[in-house]
Nanobody
Framework: QVQLVESGGGLVQAGGSLRLSCTAS???????TSWFRQAPGKEREFVAA????????YYADSVKGRITISRDNAKKTVYLQMNSLKPEDTGVYYC???????????????????WGPGTQVTVSS
């Protein structure tokens, strides 16, 4: 069993930065871990993924160059560094783990096995 807990969300002005954290408990060493986000009134969408074992990363085109995913294996924590934030980045950000750990990572939320409760990010204009 895996449990995920996100933190680091908040209110920030456009152009600002935030770093989100996702701390995992349980067996994660072979899983791919991804960040998704859900804006008000929209479907949840893939943001970025990282492999715990290799450190390979993968990004949605909409966030490339502004968002960086990284991990600290010793702390069992995945980070999402978000820079040059825009109002359209507003939403609830979720951490998710995929037991299948395919690569490139799966982009469909229905294929992920474990989810955190989410953390709210609000970017004001």
């Amino acid at each position: 069993q895996v449990q995920l807990v996100e933190s680091g969300g908040g209110l920030v002005q456009a152009g600002g930065s935030l770093r989100l954290s996702c701390t995992a408990s349980g067996r994660t060493s072979t899983y791919a871990t991804s960040w998704f986000r859900q804006a008000p009134g929209k479907e949840r969408e893939f943001v970025a993924a990282i492999s715990w074992s290799s450190g390979r990363t993968y990004y949605a085109d909409s966030v490339k160059g502004r968002i960086t995913i990284s991990r600290d294996n010793a702390k069992k924590t995945v980070y999402l560094q978000m820079n040059s934030l825009k109002p359209e980045d507003t939403g609830v950000y979720y951490c998710a783990a995929d037991r299948a750990s395919t690569w490139p990572p799966r982009l469909n939320e229905d294929e992920y096995d474990y989810w955190g409760p989410g953390t709210q990010v609000t970017v004001s204009s």
